[in-house]
């Protein structure tokens, strides 16, 4: 079977809401949903700041699930850079989506990609990761809803993770789809649990429900619901604050410096592997068949 049907059949196999596109890097490619963008004067990054504690809340709104696409990236990374100038005291990172925290990358950005459009889409991507997980300022996830593949990789950016529970699932699972996490992803949740649970995540491309999350410690705690996630990131963010801010950022950053220098150093190399592999005839053969099949069904 040609590599574009093997796409397509791996697209109609895997329709949760949370698994429905494509996309692909030098290590591999990722199911995700796409979805319509907004409209250019609406927001797709929410920003607020409790003016007693400092905490800015940092929520994703790009409805109905959050598809990572270029404008959701430069978003992000334009707000983390806005929070490393003005000394953030500590963010929150959630979704105004009811049932999904990120579902990942966005297909639209890979189908027939304009080539400026795709070298930015990826260089915002990376952009992203690196200004997150290389923050100075303290971070929390408050996952409120399904978190695969790229909404794993937002998460794990984070120092802190809470999730709610008990329905929802997190982790990265590309390698059930036949296909390979990039080595910035895996060195992300390596950061956070043994090599041995990430081993055999990755590996198995396990999706991991809110208890078993917390088990294996890819999240820190549990929630009910939204509103109980964030009042447990804010007092998370609220201890951190008698810690000595010097302190704390040196020892965040040497704990993350080697996957940072990694993709510092070779982001080149990556963004070329993404960009080639994106514009293979049977990649694009087999996002034509996936987007056929949609129009189909209507």
């Keep these: 079977m040609s590599l574009g049907r093997q796409i397509s059949r791996l697209l109609r196999w895997n329709r949760p809401l949370y698994l429905s596109a494509v996309t692909c890097s030098s290590m591999g490619y990722y199911v995700v949903r796409s979805q319509r963008g907004f409209s250019s004067n609406e927001k797709l990054v ?49 979704s105004a989506a009811s049932t999904v925290f990120s579902a990942g990358l966005d297909i639209l950005e890979m189908y027939k990609p304009k080539p400026d459009r795709v070298l930015a889409f990826w260089t915002a991507l990376q952009d992203t990761w690196l200004k997150l997980f290389g923050s100075s300022y303290p971070t929390v996830a408050a996952i409120n809803g399904h978190s695969p593949a790229g909404g794993c990789l937002l998460a794990l950016s984070c120092e802190y993770r809470i999730m709610v529970g008990p329905k929802y699932t997190i982790g990265l699972n590309e390698t059930q789809l036949g296909i390979v996490a990039p080595k910035w992803f895996q060195d992300s949740m390596r950061n956070v649990i043994s090599n041995r649970q990430t081993e055999l995540a990755l590996t198995t491309g396990r999706l991991f429900t809110t208890d078993e999350a917390l088990k294996v410690g890819l999240i820190d705690e549990v929630a009910t619901d939204k509103a109980d996630a964030v009042a447990k990131a804010e007092k998370f963010l609220v201890g ?59």
């Design 46 to 94: 929410d920003v607020t700041v409790n003016e007693e504690t400092g905490i800015s809340t940092v929520t994703m709104q790009r409805l109905p699930v959050n598809s990572l696409n270029l404008e959701l990236l430069q978003e992000l990374s334009t707000t983390f850079d806005t929070l490393e100038k003005e000394n953030s005291r500590g963010m929150i990172l959630t």
């Design 240 to 298: 951190m604050s008698k810690i000595s801010a010097a302190a704390r950022k040196l020892a965040k950053l040497s704990s993350r410096q080697e996957a940072l220098q990694w993709l510092i150093a070779n982001r080149q190399a990556d963004l070329k592997g993404f960009v080639t592999f994106v514009n293979q005839p049977a990649v694009q053969k087999g996002l034509d068949l996936y987007l056929e099949s949609l129009k189909k069904k209507k």
